[in-house]
């Protein structure tokens, strides 16, 4: 049976956040990189609190992935989803559906080290996603009651037009239908483990390397399969050197920032070359 193909990461804005901390605004969701701080409710909240997000463009999502902070965890959120009459472009017309909610770990076993990354499989047609955030796990570190979500990720297809106003689809694991797609390098973790600039050269191969597989030349895949593989641990390195470097900048040591920028320089003209070596 053929392995349902991977979808690609869809680009979304933030329309609506019913709060937020000014150092964590909700326009930090847009990007996905080592460095990513995230979005955080403001101090003290009332919740629930709701992000709704708005496709650059209509499409079949396949797959919602929601990481949390590590002690700013939320209780539960909720789900939904939502596409706009024909004609209508506000998005106080849209029908909504509610997929289902996400149950969030007090995360005390990690001693608040580790964040929670969830990920739910659906297949609904939408072009708008609405978050509700609920209540925060109270912790000892959690001193002004917040929640954070460090990244969230959209993973689908784009359509050429909506098939109703409705959506449809069920939250994975409460039923059968929908079944599992591998998220490949529209993965989140890919975004967060590598730098910027080794994600897009990873996607790249990525798509050379399925291009490959359906012609059945199985020599180039695995060529480029250990590419990928290899790219990724070069793009590790320099997403550790780009966060010593940001924090040299920061403290205006110039010369250490330059100093690590040519060690960032030869490492990623080394992986270019290794990456289909």
């Known amino acids: 049976m053929q392995r349902p193909a991977a979808g690609s990461k869809l680009r ?4 609506h956040a019913t709060g937020e ?3 964590y605004p909700a326009r930090e969701l847009h990007f996905h990189t080592p460095q990513t701080r995230g979005w955080q409710c403001a101090r003290f909240s009332k919740f629930p609190q709701e992000l709704v997000l708005r496709l650059d463009h209509p499409a079949r999502i396949h797959q919602i992935q929601l990481l949390s902070h590590e002690y700013k965890i939320a209780t539960k959120i909720e789900l939904y989803t939502g596409l706009l009459p024909p ?4 998005l106080d017309r849209a029908v ?4 289902g909610h996400l149950s969030f770990d007090a995360n005390t076993a ?3 080290q580790a964040r929670e990354l969830k990920s739910v499989h659906v297949n609904v047609d939408a072009v708008i996603l609405r978050v509700v955030v609920h209540k925060c796990h109270v912790n000892k570190l959690n001193i002004y009651n ?6 969230l990720n959209v993973i689908g297809e784009p359509i050429a037009s909506p098939q109703d106003g409705q959506g449809g689809g069920m939250m994975q694991p409460n039923a059968g239908p929908v079944r599992p797609r591998p998220a490949g390098v529209a993965d989140l973790a890919l975004d967060l483990d590598v730098d910027p600039v080794t994600a897009v050269k990873i996607r790249e191969i990525h798509q050379l390397k399925e291009e490959a597989v359906a012609r059945e030349d199985y020599d180039e895949a695995k060529r480029l399969r250990d590419g990928i ?3 990724k641990a070069v793009g590790a390195k320099v997403a550790q050197l780009e966060a010593r470097k940001a924090a040299a900048v920061e403290a ?3 010369d250490a920032a330059k100093v690590i920028k040519h060690e960032i320089d030869k490492l990623r003209a080394a992986g270019g070359v290794t990456a289909l070596g």
């Open 21 to 23: 901390d000014s150092d």
């Open 110 to 112: 990690s001693g608040h």
């Open 229 to 231: 593989n290899r790219l």
């Open 252 to 254: 205006e040591d110039y």
């Open 87 to 90: 004609g209508e472009t506000s």
């Open 146 to 151: 917040q929640v954070g979500i460090v990244a």
């Open 12 to 15: 979304f804005s933030v329309a």
């Open 96 to 99: 909504m559906r509610r997929l």
